[in-house]
Structures are given as C-alpha cells and as structure tokens.
C-alpha cells in the first residue's frame, strides 16, 4: 500500500444491524469495504426493552478481525442510550432500548419543573420521549442509577472497553437534552434544577481527538498489531453521516434514511425559537462547530416493521408492486409517535387512513405505497419548515443512508420536494466515520475537501423532480386540517 494511504475502521452500530467497515483514504482515493456486519437484536426481559450490548461488543472484536491492521478505529452509533457503570468501572445491566415504555409520562414531570418552551431555549432539542433527559428521570429511583459511578453512550462505552480511556464525544451528547448548543457544552443550571449529577458523564470530547490504544487484551483478540489508536469521531450516526453529504455549496438539505429519516439543514448556529419548538425541530451538534437543524422522523421503520409481520417478503418485488399503486391515495403522519413501538404496524397504518377518512390500504402493495407516499411527503414538510424556520433557502436534496437504494423513495421525495434529489453514498455514517479519522491523521483537509472526496469518488444517482406539485400540495392538506 502507497505511503499515502491509510486504512480505517469504522465501527457503524444501527438500530438493526452493525457493521465493520474498512476506508482507505489517499489524496485521490475513497474507498469502503465491508469487513463484517453483525446483526443488532433487542432483548424483552422482565423488567422491559434491552440492547444486547455484549453481543455487539463480540460483533465489534470480530469486525476488527477481519478487517485487519489499519491506521485507527473510529465508533458512531444511534444516539441517547447508555450504560452504567459502578466504581470498579463494571457495567451494571444492559442498556435500556430507547423504545422501551419507561419513559412514557415522564416528560411531563419534568415539564413540571422546566416548561417545555423553557427546555427548548436552553437546549434546542425537540421533543422526543425517549431523549436521554427523559431517560435518566425515569431511572431517578433505580438501584442501577444509585450504584452509578459513570455514564457512557453507548460508542463511548465500547471506546472504553478497547482502551479503557472513558469519554463523551460532543455530537452524541447533545441528543441527551443537557447540552447548551450555543456554548457546545453542559448545562448545568438545566442539571441542577432536574437533579441530574453531570459528575456521572465522562469528559466532553471533540471529533477528531485522540481516544486511547487498543488494550493489550483487545490486540491479542483481534490479532491486530499495536499501537492502534481509536480516534474520536462524529458518534452520533446521524453527525457521521451529515459529514459525508457530498454536497457542492451551501445551500442543500439533507436526509439520511434508514431506520429513522433525519431530514434538515446544516447550519453555523442554532435556531432556538418558539416557532422552532412548536414544529419540532431539533438542534443537535455537528462537525467543526456546526449545528444539524432537523426533524426526525419514523423512516423506513415503517416498512421494515411491516416486512417483518408480513413474514420477509422480497423487498424488491414489494417495491416493484408498489410502483404501480396509485399515488397518494393515502397517506399517514411519518412523524407521529403512535407508530414508534413495533408490533402490529400494517394494523396501524390501516387503522389510521380510516380514522382520517381516506381509503384504507388492503394489499401489500397498497400499504408499502402509502408508506412511502407517507414518508416522501414529510421530508417535504420538514424541508420546506427548515428553511423558512432558518431563513435559509435550499436548491438541492442530499439523500444519504440505506434509503438511498429505495429508488422509489428518491423519487417520491424529489416529486414532494419539487427538488432536484442526489442519492449517495449509502454507506454515509461510515464514510463520514472514515474521512474524521482521516482528517485526524493529516490525509484530507477540512469539511468541503472531506465533500469534494466523496464527489468525486461515490457513486451517486440525481432524481429531477415529476409529476403534479398540486397534488402534493393536497395530500399535506389532507394531514394538516383538523
């Protein structure tokens, strides 16, 4: 290998499944490839939804097997869970999934003591039950919380067990609900006034900073040769997979699809209005001092749900067939929080078209087509709602993720948006993973050199806007009248 490239693993940990990938990054090269993927199932015990933590930890070990030597190793993963861990750094219990029920009722407690609008100004992030916030007033009482010495999201805490150097990393920490975007650090009066010790919480951390070397005992059982560093990259999935757009200016919107649709702006400071607060947006932290302005939204969660009632069918048949369904005969809201647990979700789509008057999806078909209709019209209102929330006008859509292959939903979303759509890189979370490990190791500059890389070596697919724009228009009207 050319002195000139370095290898990279990222470790990219999603909702369903995680993956090992290996980058090598030259002057003029990007390339990704798969060393091992892993899949990522939740456990119902007793007490409620767990992450199998260890598990993914195993998965990890493995990846980094088989990917073999490399420069350095980089995690990012979903945001807002953690483990605790006890005064001899062992973790107490698996994490908690973010779709378990203990945060239902919660928010409201905690609105008792600082109003929603209150929260809002001071921390930007939109309201979602499960944020960490949330979290951690639901375990206000719990011998786990009370036996604490240490908090860790979950990429920091797999960092930790390969180094045994804790910290927190600044993208992901911001999804907690306890971050002042303006000052990219804690706030503590927020803390304070909820009871929450902070003391709980590693060191903030940078992307980009040095996070330790691998133990000894991690060498010897991934057979790598030492010393290999584990760099501080953008962990939070969704700031990685921002840092890979690979957008030409300033003025793009973006979605990164997969689980979840995260759709939004980029922008260099945040937007804490009361407008803001009422249509949900979201101000979490990004690369080099800059904000991720967004919605979330319930993403292909929808569809992969259904598949998975349905009993697996091929996807690109399902996909096919729902091409030809007429389009927007109905439509759902992607964003409500009614279809956030699994289970039952074609039953609930259905139930919802006839709760809202308009004809109920029966086949297969017909339901995927509603989804996708469903999900394309909520990029459009959140892209539009950003922009005119931002002041900050848009020429462009900038798809990126596993949605990117769905090429119905790219041109669903071009349609609704009545703009042009760039699909690619799919693999965006560990590209962008790969290039700040990259910058950190002096082989590409900054965020526009990081963008021109990945043009200029991604495939990537434009989608130009068809179709009738008043129909669009309809179908969001049909959502939005009382």
């Given at each position: 290998?050319?002195?000139?490239v370095?290898?990279?693993?990222?470790?990219?940990?999603?909702?369903?499944?995680?993956?090992?990938?290996?980058?090598?990054?030259?002057?003029?090269?990007?390339?990704?490839?798969?060393?091992?993927?892993?899949?990522?199932?939740?456990?119902?015990?007793?007490?409620?939804?767990?992450?199998?933590?260890?598990?993914?930890?195993?998965?990890?070990?493995?990846?980094?097997?088989?990917?073999?030597?490399?420069?350095?190793?980089?995690?990012?993963?979903?945001?807002?869970?953690?483990g605790?861990?006890?005064?001899?750094?062992?973790?107490?219990?698996?994490?908690?999934?973010?779709?378990?029920?203990?945060?239902?009722?919660?928010?409201?407690?905690?609105?008792?003591?600082?109003?929603?609008?209150?929260?809002?100004?001071?921390?930007?992030?939109?309201?979602?039950p499960?944020?960490?916030?949330?979290?951690?007033t639901?375990?206000?009482?719990?011998?786990?919380?009370?036996?604490?010495?240490?908090?860790?999201?979950?990429?920091?805490?797999?960092?930790?067990?390969?180094?045994?150097?804790?910290?927190?990393?600044i993208?992901?920490?911001?999804?907690?609900?306890?971050?002042?975007?303006?000052?990219?650090?804690?706030?503590?009066?927020?803390?304070?006034?909820?009871?929450?010790?902070?003391?709980?919480?590693?060191?903030?951390?940078q992307?980009?900073?040095?996070?330790?070397?691998?133990?000894?005992?991690?060498?010897?059982?991934?057979?790598?040769?030492?010393p290999?560093?584990?760099?501080?990259?953008?962990?939070?999935?969704?700031?990685?997979?921002?840092?890979?757009?690979p957008?030409?200016?300033?003025?793009?919107?973006?979605?990164?699809?997969?689980?979840?649709?995260?759709?939004?702006?980029?922008?260099?400071?945040?937007?804490?209005?009361?407008?803001?607060?009422?249509?949900n947006?979201?101000?979490?932290?990004?690369?080099?001092?800059?904000?991720r302005?967004?919605?979330?939204?319930?993403?292909?969660?929808?569809?992969?749900?259904?598949?998975?009632?349905?009993?697996?069918p091929?996807?690109?048949?399902?996909?096919?067939?729902?091409?030809?369904v007429?389009?927007?005969?109905?439509?759902?809201?992607?964003?409500?929080?009614?279809?956030?647990?699994?289970?039952?979700?074609?039953?609930?789509?259905?139930?919802?078209?006839?709760?809202?008057?308009?004809?109920?999806?029966?086949?297969?078909?017909?339901?995927?087509?509603?989804?996708?209709?469903?999900?394309?019209?909520?990029?459009r209102?959140?892209?539009?709602e950003?922009?005119?929330?931002?002041?900050?006008?848009?020429?462009?859509?900038?798809?990126?993720?596993?949605?990117?292959?769905?090429?119905?939903?790219?041109?669903?979303?071009?349609?609704?948006?009545?703009?042009?759509?760039?699909?690619?890189?799919?693999?965006?979370?560990?590209?962008?993973?790969?290039?700040?490990?990259?910058?950190?190791?002096?082989?590409?500059?900054?965020?526009?050199?990081?963008?021109?890389?990945?043009?200029?070596?991604?495939?990537?697919?434009?989608?130009?806007?068809?179709?009738?724009?008043?129909?669009?228009?309809?179908?969001?009207?049909r959502?939005?009248?009382?």
């Amino acid at each position: 290998m050319s002195e000139h490239v370095k290898s990279f693993a990222a470790v990219d940990l999603g909702a369903s499944s995680g993956r090992v990938m290996v980058g090598r990054v030259g002057p003029e090269a990007l390339e990704l490839t798969e060393a091992h993927r892993f899949p990522n199932r939740p456990v119902r015990v007793p007490e409620g939804l767990r992450w199998d933590i260890l598990s993914l930890y195993a998965g990890v070990l493995d990846g980094l097997r088989a990917g073999g030597q490399v420069d350095s190793v980089g995690i990012d993963s979903w945001a807002v869970d953690y483990g605790l861990l006890d005064a001899d750094g062992a973790l107490l219990g698996n994490p908690v999934h973010y779709r378990d029920a203990r945060t239902e009722g919660v928010a409201e407690k905690v609105w008792a003591t600082v109003p929603a609008a209150e929260l809002y100004a001071a921390t930007g992030l939109q309201y979602a039950p499960f944020n960490t916030l949330y979290q951690l007033t639901a375990a206000r009482s719990t011998a786990q919380l009370a036996a604490a010495e240490r908090l860790l999201l979950v990429p920091d805490l797999l960092s930790y067990w390969l180094t045994g150097e804790a910290g927190t990393e600044i993208t992901n920490a911001s999804t907690t609900q306890l971050i002042d975007p303006r000052t990219r650090d804690w706030s503590h009066d927020l803390a304070d006034r909820l009871g929450i010790d902070l003391k709980l919480f590693a060191p903030l951390r940078q992307p980009g900073d040095p996070a330790g070397l691998l133990l000894p005992r991690v060498l010897e059982e991934t057979g790598l040769r030492g010393p290999v560093p584990v760099t501080t990259v953008g962990s939070h999935d969704t700031a990685s997979a921002v840092a890979a757009v690979p957008a030409t200016g300033e003025r793009f919107a973006y979605i990164c699809t997969g689980t979840w649709s995260l759709a939004g702006l980029e922008l260099e400071r945040p937007v804490l209005t009361e407008a803001s607060r009422a249509a949900n947006f979201t101000n979490e932290l990004g690369l080099d001092g800059t904000v991720r302005f967004l919605r979330n939204i319930m993403g292909l969660w929808l569809l992969q749900e259904c598949v998975r009632e349905w009993g697996q069918p091929e996807l690109g048949e399902l996909l096919r067939a729902a091409a030809g369904v007429p389009a927007l005969r109905s439509v759902v809201d992607a964003g409500d929080a009614a279809f956030l647990a699994p289970g039952r979700m074609p039953d609930r789509i259905t139930d919802a078209c006839r709760k809202s008057g308009q004809p109920v999806p029966e086949s297969r078909a017909e339901i995927t087509r509603c989804i996708l209709d469903s999900l394309a019209l909520a990029h459009r209102r959140a892209i539009r709602e950003a922009e005119a929330l931002a002041d900050h006008p848009v020429d462009v859509v900038h798809i990126v993720g596993g949605g990117t292959r769905n090429e119905l939903l790219c041109q669903l979303t071009a349609d609704a948006c009545a703009l042009p759509v760039v699909a690619g890189p799919a693999e965006a979370a560990a590209l962008g993973n790969v290039l700040v490990q990259a910058r950190a190791h002096g082989l590409v500059g900054d965020r526009t050199s990081m963008r021109r890389l990945l043009a200029r070596t991604q495939p990537l697919r434009r989608y130009e806007p068809l179709g009738d724009a008043a129909a669009w228009r309809a179908a969001e009207d049909r959502l939005t009248r009382p």
